[in-house]
């Protein structure tokens, strides 16, 4: 069994989901030999390293509807998501890039694939005040739980619940974080690497000077 047949089976997606899986990879190795979307080594496991990786957000939280996705890069793991919503009736993810070629390879994909997606391209600290009242937001490989914490700090503290997956510095990045934030979260295992866990993060407030 082929890696894209493992996924889309473990994921329990459509014919139609599939379908669309299919033409977001396409696009993403067009594109990938002149905009460089994501590291050259992990293109060709680019189902377990990205689509699957991606997927697994879905899960935990399998009845939100409204997702903000921060710098979205390659889609990863934002309009995956929204390929994987689409026949989910109300579902909808807004995609936060401030690189402009990279927003237009995302605004093609979505295109191509028909997901609920919005590329906004700005920066997080810009635009995330708008997006309050948003279910789930999230963001992969992007900058430090700390940063994450500060940029998200409109949504979580409006009742937004955060999924960040993290690497094996985990622990160091919530100590880290703790020294400025008060936070409730889980620490989740991660279903594509075993060394990495996703923070689920649901309540926020500073810590007092």
């Not at 139609?16 to 299919?22: F, G, N, P, V």
């Not at 997956?165 to 279903?191: C, H, I, M, N």
Request: aromatic fraction near 6%.
């Amino acid at each position: 069994m082929s890696d894209r047949e493992r996924v889309l089976t473990a994921a329990g997606v459509s014919r139609e989901t599939a379908t669309r899986l299919d033409l977001y990879v396409s696009q993403l190795q067009r594109w990938q030999s002149v905009k460089n979307l994501v590291g050259p080594a992990t293109l060709s496991e680019v189902w377990t390293r990205h689509v699957a990786d991606a997927l697994q957000l879905l899960a935990l939280a399998p009845n939100a509807r409204t997702w903000l996705d921060l710098g979205s890069g390659a889609g990863i793991p934002g309009l995956i998501l929204a390929i994987a919503g689409a026949e989910r009736p109300g579902f909808r993810v807004d995609l936060v890039e401030s690189n402009a070629r990279k927003c237009a390879f995302l605004t093609e994909a979505i295109r191509i694939t028909g997901a609920p997606a919005r590329v906004r391209n700005a920066r997080i600290e810009a635009v995330i005040a708008d997006h309050v009242g948003v279910e789930i937001v999230c963001a992969r490989a992007l900058a430090s739980l700390d940063q994450l914490l500060a940029w998200t700090e409109p949504v979580l503290k409006s009742g937004t619940t955060g999924l960040f997956p993290k690497g094996r510095e985990v622990e160091a990045e919530l100590t880290e974080a703790a020294r400025r934030w008060r936070f409730v979260y889980d620490l989740l295992p991660s279903q594509t690497d075993s060394a990495a866990r996703i923070v689920r993060v649901t309540a926020l407030d500073r810590v007092e000077p």
